[in-house]
């Protein structure tokens, strides 16, 4: 399986530089969920933003690849070369060096005997990891009615539509880990093996297709407004420092506060009450500087909260897919 890299840098400047920049169960917490979606629905999009286009596009690629790259690290060297060596055992049968197939297998299930060893309680292990970049231009009044749209829909009976209409309202990197099922995929090579020693190299590869149909697909989502917002946060800091226009810094704490908005109104989080508390540092940090009366310190705690929040956010998203 090819690894992500060249893909990658494609779809990163293609898609961020398109993107809209400037800018549990009971009835008390669908109540609350409720008041929560209309406060966002009346928050006022800011006229403009104070900040380079580019220099915004530049540092959300920058974060987006230290992201990546930190995936990459959990992919199990082990795992990747049985993979491959799976792989390579199908091109030998198709092929005709049964011999050289029955080589690269052995090799294959001694990986996976290492595995087991290194690993002995873990279901799945990752062998690659891609990503892909899913963005829209849009306002918190177009997510609305397009959620009002779905819910409609769905009402009527037409899922189908009402998923499709969901569908575009997304703005978010998905990292996709490939994991290799470790309980059953030596058992598959061994099988595929014993074809081979048997003189059935059909079966044989057959098995070994069956093998890569079993892989799984962890999906991981990192929300981009989120991420818009972390560099915008960043930047209102760096100006205060620099002494510049308390506009330009007001500007891009509303420009952050704003991303945030967008990422709950599409659903990141569920209406997470963490966006309610960053939106009230937000707002007291903007009050702090508007008055000149700065504490030490405020700006720094507002960004880690933020990090650690989209930490939070990223790590809670893993589904199957």
Same mark, same amino acid.
């Given at each position: 399986m090819k690894?992500?890299?060249? @893909?990658?840098?494609?779809? $990163?400047? @293609?898609?961020? !530089?398109?993107?809209?920049?400037?800018?549990?169960?009971?009835?008390?917490?669908?109540?609350?969920?409720?008041?929560?979606?209309? *406060?966002?629905?009346?928050?006022?999009?800011? +006229?403009?933003?104070?900040?380079?286009? +580019?220099?915004?596009?530049?540092?959300?690629?920058?974060?987006?690849?230290?992201?990546?790259?930190?995936?990459? *690290?959990?992919?199990?060297? =082990?795992?990747?070369?049985?993979?491959?060596?799976?792989?390579?055992?199908?091109?030998? /049968?198709?092929?005709g060096d049964v011999k050289k197939a029955e080589t690269v297998l052995k090799t294959a299930i001694k990986n996976t005997g290492i595995l087991l060893k290194k690993y002995p309680t873990a279901d799945l292990v990752p062998v690659d990891i891609k990503m892909d970049v899913q963005d829209l231009i849009t306002t918190l009044p177009q997510i609305n009615r397009t959620v009002k749209l779905a819910k409609q829909q769905m009402s009527k009976g037409s899922y189908q539509e009402a998923s499709q209409l969901l569908n575009t309202v997304k703005s978010e990197l998905d990292f996709n880990t490939i994991n290799l099922p470790l309980g059953t995929y030596p058992d598959g090579l061994n099988l595929s093996l014993d074809f081979i020693n048997k003189n059935k190299p059909k079966q044989a590869k057959q098995v070994l297709f069956d093998l890569l149909n079993s892989l799984v697909v %962890?999906?991981?989502? /990192?929300?981009?407004? @989120? $991420?818009?917002?972390?560099?915008?946060?960043?930047?209102?800091?760096?100006?205060?420092?620099?002494?510049?226009?308390? !506009?330009?810094?007001? %500007?891009?704490?509303?420009?952050?506060?704003?991303?945030?908005? /967008?990422?709950?109104?599409?659903?990141?989080?569920?209406? +997470?009450?963490?966006?309610? =508390?960053? !939106?009230?540092?937000?707002? %007291?940090?903007?009050?702090?500087?508007? %008055?000149?009366?700065?504490?030490?310190?405020?700006? !720094?705690r507002l960004i880690k909260r933020t990090e650690n929040f989209k930490n939070r956010l990223f790590n809670n998203s893993t589904k199957k897919k």
């Open positions: 690894t992500i890299k060249r @893909v990658f840098t494609v779809f $990163l400047v @293609v898609a961020i !530089s398109s993107m809209g920049l400037t800018s549990c169960n009971s009835h008390k917490n669908t109540e609350k969920k409720i008041k929560e979606s209309k *406060t966002t629905q009346s928050v006022k999009k800011p +006229d403009t933003l104070k900040m380079s286009m +580019d220099t915004l596009s530049m540092r959300i690629r920058q974060n987006t690849w230290k992201e990546f790259q930190k995936q990459q *690290t959990h992919i199990i060297k =082990e795992a990747l070369e049985t993979l491959n060596q799976t792989n390579e055992a199908i091109t030998d /049968l198709q092929s %962890n999906q991981t989502v /990192l929300p981009l407004p @989120v $991420l818009r917002a972390q560099v915008m946060l960043a930047e209102s800091q760096n100006l205060h420092n620099k002494k510049e226009d308390k !506009s330009k810094v007001i %500007n891009l704490l509303e420009n952050a506060d704003y991303q945030l908005k /967008l990422a709950q109104a599409i659903g990141y989080g569920n209406f +997470d009450q963490e966006y309610t =508390e960053i !939106s009230k540092d937000i707002n %007291n940090v903007k009050t702090s500087v508007k %008055n000149g009366k700065v504490a030490p310190g405020i700006f !720094s």
